[in-house]
C-alpha cells in the first residue's frame, strides 16, 4: 500500500506570509496527487490536480509542485480566509490521503 | 451549480447496515465524464476513499471495506447509495458523496465536489 506522508502537522504563519506544505509519497505515484483544503464543519476543496494544475476557480497563489515522491503545496501571499487544514491525496494506486496539515494564524 | 446532497439516519445499531443516499442537482449523474462515490473521514482513519460508481453499474470498492459494502445507482432519480453492512463503532465517521475524476487508471480517482457530509455513529 501506498502511504502519504505529510508535513508539518501544524503550521503557525501570518497573513501575506509564503508557506509551504509537503507531502511524501512511500513509492512512485508519478504526477497523480491532488491537494484539497478542508475547513472546520466543511466538506474538503479541491484545489489542485496532477500535483500542478490548479483546479477552476482557486485563487493563482495556490501552487503544486513535484520532485521525485515529494510533493509541494505553497501558498505564496496567505490571505485570512486560507487558515484551514489541507490533505494531499494520492490516485496512483486506489486513493490515499494524507493525514493533514493545520494552518493556524501565529 | 452541482450540488450533491446526502441523506440517511445519524444513528446505527452495531451489526446492522448502514444505508445512505446522495441526491445529485445541476447535473447529470449518467454523465460519461465522471463517477461517483463515498469518502468518509474519522478521527481515527482521517480522510478514506469507500467506493466509486459509474452510472452504467461499474464499481470499485476499497479493499479495506469491500466485503461490506455496496454503492448503486438510480438514474431516474439522479441518485446513488451506499450500502455499509455489519457496522462496528470504527465504522463511525462522517460520510461524504462527491464526484470522482478518473485519475492514473480506471479505480484511481480525485475528487472535484462534495456534498456538506453527514455524520453516522454507530452506537447501541
Known amino acids: 500500500d501506498i502511504q502519504m506522508t505529510q508535513s508539518p502537522s501544524t503550521l503557525s504563519a501570518s497573513v501575506g506570509d509564503r508557506v509551504t506544505i509537503t507531502c511524501r509519497a512511500s513509492?512512485?505515484?508519478?504526477?497523480?496527487l491532488a491537494w484539497y483544503q478542508q475547513k472546520p464543519g466543511k466538506a474538503p476543496r479541491l484545489l489542485i490536480y496532477?500535483?500542478?494544475i490548479l483546479e477552476t476557480g482557486v485563487p493563482s497563489r495556490f501552487s503544486g509542485s513535484r520532485s521525485g515522491t515529494e510533493f509541494t503545496l505553497t501558498i505564496s501571499s496567505l490571505q485570512p480566509d486560507d487558515f484551514a487544514t489541507y490533505y494531499c491525496?494520492?490516485?496512483?494506486?486506489?486513493?490515499?490521503f494524507g493525514q493533514g496539515t493545520r494552518l493556524e494564524i501565529k | 451549480q452541482l450540488l450533491l446532497q446526502e441523506s440517511g439516519p445519524g444513528l446505527v445499531k452495531p451489526s446492522e447496515t448502514l444505508s445512505l443516499s446522495c441526491a445529485v442537482s445541476?447535473?447529470?449523474?449518467?454523465?460519461?465524464?465522471?463517477?461517483w462515490g463515498w469518502v468518509r473521514q474519522s478521527p481515527r482513519k482521517g480522510l478514506e476513499w469507500i467506493g466509486s460508481?459509474?452510472?452504467?453499474?461499474?464499481?470499485y470498492y476499497n479493499p479495506s471495506v469491500k466485503s461490506r459494502v455496496t454503492i448503486s445507482v438510480d438514474k431516474s432519480k439522479n441518485q446513488f447509495s451506499l450500502r455499509l453492512t455489519s457496522v462496528t463503532a470504527a465504522d463511525t465517521a462522517v460520510f461524504y458523496c462527491?464526484?470522482?475524476?478518473?485519475?492514473?487508471?480506471?479505480?484511481?480517482?480525485?475528487?472535484?465536489?462534495w456534498g456538506q457530509g453527514t455524520l453516522v455513529t454507530v452506537s447501541s
Open positions: 460508481m459509474f452510472y452504467s453499474g461499474i464499481t
Open positions: 496532477k500535483a500542478s
Open positions: 462527491a464526484r470522482h475524476r478518473v485519475g492514473a487508471t480506471l479505480g484511481t480517482f480525485f475528487f472535484d465536489n
Open positions: 491525496q494520492q490516485y496512483n494506486s486506489y486513493s490515499v
Open positions: 513509492q512512485s505515484i508519478s504526477s497523480w
Open positions: 445541476g447535473g447529470s449523474i449518467s454523465s460519461s465524464r465522471y463517477y
